[in-house]
């Protein structure tokens, strides 16, 4: 087992996309909006269009999160995430840690991975998803940090089980 294709690694990590302001319902059940559906369609075009398919999706389980993920895929492929091709749907892992987390917290879900996954997708939320792109890539960091669908892409140059810092090689802010 190689540690990633070509020993190259890709980290991608995406706010999840614009979503309803419930005041009756818990955060965790917001839904995306429109717009938000649009946009994270919109995110999985580009990761196409750019070959960013990942091997690896972490995911908030949080509503917002799954759909944001879901769009993504839809955006991808042109399927759902579940209904792809045997082989070629990444492995998702909807992690509870990943909600309201800490920049730490989620670099520890990173280093988790599997070491032969060449790209990994984050999805989660601010101030968390935010704070890890600056920890990774403090000098190229946005520092207004990640607004609704953005995402960015990190490359590093070590393992997962030792990443600490990867430069920030592109971003993109998606509109449908």
Not at 15 to 20: D, I, L, N, Q, T
Not at 35 to 55: F, K, Q, V, Y
Not at 69 to 75: K, P, S
Request: hydrophobic share 40%; glycine share 8%.
């Amino acid at each position: 087992m190689t540690d990633g294709r070509n020993g190259e690694r890709t980290l991608v990590l995406l706010r999840h996309a614009k979503a309803e302001q419930e005041r009756d319902a818990p955060d965790a059940e917001r839904s995306l909006t429109a717009r938000g559906h649009a946009d994270a369609a919109a995110a999985g075009a580009w990761l196409a269009r750019h070959e960013l398919l990942p091997d690896v999706v972490l995911c908030s389980p949080a509503r917002r999160t799954r759909q944001t993920w879901h769009g993504v895929a839809m955006g991808m492929t042109g399927s759902p995430p579940e209904g792809g091709p045997a082989g070629s749907t990444p492995a998702v892992r909807y992690e509870p840690t990943a909600y309201e987390a800490h920049p730490d917290e989620l670099l520890d879900l990173v280093r988790a991975v599997d070491p032969a996954a060449g790209t990994v997708l984050l999805v989660a939320h601010n101030p968390g998803i935010s704070l890890l792109s600056a920890l990774l890539d403090p000098e190229r960091a946005d520092p207004d940090g990640l607004r609704t669908t953005d995402l960015v892409v990190h490359r590093p140059t070590t393992r997962w089980a030792d990443l600490t810092r990867a430069p920030l090689t592109a971003r993109h802010t998606a509109r449908g």
